[in-house]
Nanobody, 116 residues
Framework: QVQLVESGGGLVQAGGSLRLSCAAS?????????MDWYRQAPGKQRDFVAR???????YYANSVKGRFTVSTDDAKNTLYLQMNSLQPEDTAVYLC?????????WGQGTQVTVSS
């Protein structure tokens, strides 16, 4: 059974940094070709944030480009999102997503709150 568990969220002042983690179990992590980060603010739709596609590279939403970096540690079965220069508009629940053999898996999310 595939499970994704996010961690690393919290309260930070504007201009600060956080690193989110998404730990995967029940899957050979290095075999997953694409993993995404999304975020959802209260009352808003879930928005794409970043993608790591093996052999293709990384992709970012325009709103986070240059500030956020997505990476993996296959030995730890973990996906990361390094977030720098955080702004109040980055406040949201951040979720990781994995598509595997036609099934989409989501984590439960981790809350990021940026104060002004």
């Amino acid at each position: 059974q595939v499970q994704l568990v996010e961690s690393g969220g919290g309260l930070v002042q504007a201009g600060g940094s956080l690193r989110l983690s998404c730990a995967a179990s029940g899957v050979i992590f290095s075999s997953v070709s694409q993993m995404d980060w999304y975020r959802q603010a209260p009352g808003k739709q879930r928005d794409f944030v970043a993608r790591l596609a093996r052999n293709l590279g990384t992709y970012y939403a325009n709103s986070v480009k240059g500030r956020f970096t997505v990476s993996t540690d296959d030995a730890k079965n973990t996906l990361y999102l390094q977030m720098n220069s955080l702004q109040p508009e980055d406040t949201a629940v951040y979720l990781c997503k994995m598509d595997l053999k036609g099934t989409t898996y989501w984590g439960q999310g981790t809350q990021v709150t940026v104060s002004s």
